[in-house]
């Protein structure tokens, strides 16, 4: 029967027995580990990575996006790595984040990354940034212990070589996209050797600068270029327009000059040829030719003599009845 206590009165302590004790622990435990075996029987992979799978220490598979099982308790571990993420890395600046939509970069020079010798021993200012993805995630997490810094350290030594096998001049001006190719191709060469497992995409320079101090020096210089290749390029405009010019004055005159050689030829070989013909038909008549050259003679020398008058002395002038000379000029 049951007993029923009023509020004031004290109830009686409740009495656990000594061997009660280990059934609820027991239960509890096993409770926790079934619990921690759920959690830790399944991952999930994210689609731009890739998930190696550890059992005792040992490589036994790469997984593929998606939810996965493996053994609980530790037994399988999984490293996510991140191989189809373009990553990247900066030198000469830092990126400090977004603000409105636009990137806001850190104030703070990093002139022991930027500052570099070229071959002419000038020095300037250069900022660059690598692009890579991992390609191989076990090379990448178990053959260098930091691939990422050794991608960083080489990627500056190689940039100092090939900036330092040009002149300034060409670094600042035309050499940009040959440096790019060029560096992007022998840090590939060296991270391949050391089997990082890193595949650099593109090395893309950003502002390639004199420094500060002598950035006035610079553009006075810049000055005096453009206007020397602005007085070349002028006179080159010139020469292109009389060349031609004189070409054609020269061509002009030399075909006048072969017109007239050939005009004369072939009036001294008509004549010539006249000649002949006539010398012919002299010898053949003589006298009916000397008569036709008179007459042919007068009739060419005739009309530009003008009026004559033939007045003997003590005669009158004579009167002008028909005015013939006036008919023969009309």
Not at 18 to 25: E, K, L, R, T
Not at 177 to 199: C, K, L, P, S, W
Not at 200 to 215: C, G, K, N, S, W
Not at 290 to 295: A, D, I, N, P, S
Request: net charge negative; proline share 6%; aromatic share 6%.
């Amino acid at each position: 029967m049951n007993k029923l206590y009023r509020m004031d009165q004290q109830m009686p302590p409740i009495e656990i027995k000594p061997g009660q004790i280990v059934p609820y622990a027991v239960g509890a435990a096993v409770l926790l580990l079934v619990a921690f075996g759920v959690l830790t029987v399944f991952y999930t992979v994210q689609p731009e990575e890739r998930a190696v799978v550890k059992r005792f220490g040992a490589v036994i598979n790469i997984t593929d996006p998606g939810l996965h099982f493996k053994l609980p308790f530790g037994i399988d571990r999984v490293q996510h790595v991140a191989t189809e993420r373009v990553l990247k890395q900066e030198f000469g600046f830092r990126t400090a984040g977004e603000s409105g939509g636009r990137t806001r970069y850190s104030e703070k020079p990093f002139e022991d990354e930027s500052l570099m010798l070229t071959g002419d021993l000038n020095v300037i200012d250069l900022e660059w940034v690598v692009q890579y993805r991992i390609s191989d995630p076990i090379k990448f997490l178990y053959r260098v212990r930091e691939p990422e810094r050794t991608l960083r350290d080489i990627s500056e030594s190689v940039m100092r070589r090939v900036v330092g096998n040009r002149l300034g001049a060409e670094v600042l001006t035309i050499a940009r996209v040959d440096m790019q190719m060029q560096a992007r191709e022998e840090i590939q060469q060296v991270m391949d050797v050391y089997e990082t497992g890193i595949h650099v995409i593109t090395v893309e320079l950003q502002d390639v600068l004199p420094p500060p101090r002598v950035q006035p020096a610079f553009n006075e210089v810049n000055e005096a270029r453009q206007e020397l290749e602005r007085t070349i390029n002028e006179a080159q405009k010139r020469v292109n327009q009389e060349i031609p010019r004189a070409e054609g004055a020269a061509l002009r005159t030399i075909a006048e000059a072969s017109g007239y050689a050939t005009e004369r030829v072939n009036l001294a070989e008509g004549e010539s040829a006249r000649f002949s013909a006539m010398l012919a038909e002299y010898r053949e008549a003589p006298a009916v030719t000397r008569t036709r050259l008179y007459l042919e003679a007068m009739r060419d020398v005739l009309p530009n003599v003008g009026r004559i008058l033939v007045v003997q002395e003590g005669q009158m002038s004579p009167l002008p009845l028909l005015d013939l000379g006036k008919e023969v000029a009309q």
